[in-house]
């Protein structure tokens, strides 16, 4: 573990007793959150609190790396890669030669995971007349996710691009158009339910947005080694900009 502390990163270990000195059922047992210490070696509690303060901020140390070609590994890909398509976006059209009719804006939510709070400030702040969300979606093609269930998305099988009752139907099909024209691999992702993301509090906001939502395949989600293939996460970018550039002047005021 590594904790962020005001004079730099401390690292840690997660503490258990070791295998040996448990008893039949404890080593089946999974410990509850009170029941796990992280050890920065410290002799003394004086002396943990010289080195970090309550409250500090504590993350799993696992860092981005390449496993196999273009299939990285890395903690909280969700929704790192999320933050990195729209900022990548707007690089891209700024370089594009011709300026696109829409004023494009774009926004790194937080707290989407408890109640999507940050959605619901920036969707009513910016007022728009049409929305892309970006997220991570399940990649459902490991040895233990039934398809038949979880539906069948994978790694590599570029953007998953969302269609359900809470999707405008409009924007589904100009990112599908979009990606057709880029040549691109998409996966449709079936929804029939508000989503997990924060396209559920941007699509209600003021009058109401036309929301359109795109996922990364991932696989492992909310594990400290979440899987991504980052050709996936370039061909989401390239549908983004795509998308943007093709918005017309009153496309979605009567959506």
Same mark, same amino acid.
């Given at each position: 573990m590594v904790i962020q502390t +005001?004079?730099?990163?401390?690292?840690?270990?997660?503490?258990?007793?070791?295998? /040996?000195?448990?008893?039949?059922? #404890?080593?089946?047992?999974?410990?509850?959150? /009170?029941?796990?210490?992280? #050890?920065?070696?410290? *002799?003394?509690?004086?002396?943990?609190?010289?080195?970090?303060?309550?409250g500090d901020a504590a993350t799993y140390d696992h860092e981005f790396e390449l496993i196999h070609g273009s299939i990285g590994t890395a903690r909280a890909f969700d929704n790192k890669v999320g933050a990195y398509v729209v900022g990548e976006t707007l690089i891209r059209l700024s370089r594009e030669p011709k300026r696109t009719a829409?004023?494009?804006? +774009?926004?790194?939510?937080?707290?989407?995971?408890?109640?999507?709070?940050? +959605?619901?400030?920036?969707?009513?702040?910016?007022?728009?007349?049409?929305?892309?969300?970006?997220d991570v979606g399940h990649a459902t093609d490991h040895p233990d996710c039934d398809n038949r269930k979880y539906g069948e998305t994978k790694l590599g099988g570029g953007p998953m691009i969302c269609r359900g009752p809470n999707i405008s139907p409009k924007v589904f099909d100009a990112l599908v158009k979009a990606a057709k024209k880029l040549k691109i691999p998409y996966q449709v992702e079936?929804?029939?339910? %508000?989503?997990?993301?924060?396209?559920? %509090?941007? *699509?209600v906001a003021r009058g109401g947005v036309a929301t359109g939502i795109v996922s990364?395949? $991932?696989?492992?989600? /909310?594990?400290?080694?979440?899987?991504? #293939?980052?050709? #996936?996460?370039?061909?989401?970018?390239? $549908?983004?900009?795509?998308?943007?550039?093709?918005?017309a002047k009153g496309d979605y005021r009567n959506w």
């Open positions: +005001a004079n730099g990163p401390v690292k840690g270990v997660t503490g258990k007793r070791a295998i /040996h000195l448990m008893e039949e059922a #404890d080593r089946k047992k999974v410990p509850e959150i /009170h029941e796990i210490w992280i #050890d920065i070696g410290a *002799q003394s509690k004086k002396e943990a609190l010289e080195r970090i303060s309550i829409a004023k494009v804006v +774009a926004v790194a939510t937080s707290q989407e995971e408890i109640g999507v709070r940050g +959605a619901i400030g920036s969707g009513y702040s910016v007022d728009p007349q049409v929305a892309l969300v970006v079936g929804d029939p339910r %508000a989503t997990g993301t924060d396209a559920r %509090a941007i *699509q990364i395949p $991932l696989r492992y989600m /909310h594990t400290p080694s979440e899987v991504v #293939d980052l050709e #996936d996460v370039e061909r989401c970018v390239k $549908l983004f900009v795509e998308f943007s550039k093709g918005v």
